[in-house]
């Protein structure tokens, strides 16, 4: 069996619902896609579906800085107060190289903040962003009390979020939080394992000088797809955490055979690295057919990715990342989750 956990406050980072200038703001990261999660593995009968307990802020400011989390936490009413009514939070100016101060205003610091515009911060964000890493905390608490695995169903996703940065759809990094909490409660190595299309960029930036978290991830080249920034195989860590980080560029239209191959490679060091607690950032949107994914994974492959990473036999969480073809989402996350079931 093979708990998830899941909250109904992550459905109030309404995305779906987003106008700009009276004009309908499209992302791909919308409620549906927590919902088509929820209904499948309900479905497939997987285990129990609970909700999060409260772990409160300290596990989220473990991983983000206290003034960007205060930030979330205010901007929209913040901007709404300024423009005299309330909307979408977008960064227009952002951060450029050679910046030289951190602005007081607001305004600027969303600019701050963030690095692109596909992230609104919404009535409901703050909500459901501190929800999601609940999830995140409870499936961790779950596994580290002896259950094998545990799925948190975290919306808005998190990989890309950095200590003090958001974009790419994530505000708070889930799996960064989860895996700095078992780091820190049980004094013992953690590994994280990021299967998502894109790089993890916010998770390396958060453990790049990290060597109690040791960090793995299989994504697009840089030069092909987003986050453009980071995530080429030469980024190894920093300082005590040089070794500690690495990553594995695939070509864009990659197939079950290769993915396979370069997996074998990151759960090598993984085993090496003998970690008691494991947590994947599980994005299927590298499955064949995603609107915003270029690899060719078939769900018989999620299936040889989910049994492979099932076989190194230490206790996992996994959290939820991208995957954006709605109509093939759920079963394409019960091929991998089958594994740990």
Not at 13 to 39: F, K, M, S, W
Not at 78 to 99: E, H, K, M, S, W
Not at 220 to 229: E, L, N, S, T
Request: hydrophobic share 45%.
């Amino acid at each position: 069996m093979l708990a998830t956990v899941y909250s109904d406050t992550q459905r109030a980072h309404n995305t779906a619902g987003v106008r700009l200038e009276g004009h309908p703001y499209i992302i791909d990261e919308v409620p549906a896609r927590a919902e088509i999660l929820l209904q499948a593995v309900r479905a497939a009968a997987l285990g129990p579906v609970v909700a999060p307990d409260d772990f409160g802020l300290a596990p989220i400011l473990a991983a983000h800085t206290a003034e960007y989390v205060d930030h979330l936490q205010t901007v929209y009413a913040a901007t709404a107060a300024i423009d005299g009514q309330a909307g979408p939070v977008l960064g227009n100016t952002f951060a450029p190289r050679g910046a030289l101060r951190k602005p007081a205003s607001v305004l600027g610091l969303t600019g701050y903040y963030s690095y692109g515009v596909g992230s609104p911060v919404l009535a409901g964000t703050w909500a459901a962003a501190y929800a999601a890493a609940q999830c995140a905390l409870t499936a961790a608490a779950r596994v580290k009390a002896g259950e094998r695995a545990a799925y948190a169903l975290c919306r808005p996703p998190g990989h890309h979020a950095a200590a003090d940065l958001y974009g790419g759809y994530c505000y708070l990094n889930n799996a960064a939080i989860a895996a700095r909490w078992l780091a820190q409660t049980t004094r013992s190595r953690v590994a994280i394992l990021d299967i998502d299309y894109h790089h993890g960029n916010g998770t390396q930036m958060i453990f790049y000088r990290d060597p109690g978290v040791l960090t793995c991830s299989l994504h697009a080249h840089p030069d092909d797809d987003y986050p453009w920034f980071w995530g080429a195989a030469d980024e190894r860590g920093d300082g005590p955490g040089l070794g500690f980080n690495h990553n594995w560029t695939l070509p864009q239209n990659t197939g079950d055979e290769p993915y396979l191959a370069a997996l074998a490679a990151a759960l090598g060091i993984i085993a090496s690295n003998d970690p008691a607690w494991l947590v994947v950032s599980a994005g299927f949107d590298i499955a064949v057919g995603d609107p915003v994914g270029g690899f060719a994974i078939t769900p018989a492959g999620l299936a040889a990715i989910g049994a492979q990473i099932a076989s190194l036999g230490v206790p996992t969480i996994i959290a939820q990342e991208g995957g954006y073809l709605l109509d093939r989402l759920g079963a394409n996350a019960l091929a991998f989750l089958g594994a740990f079931a």
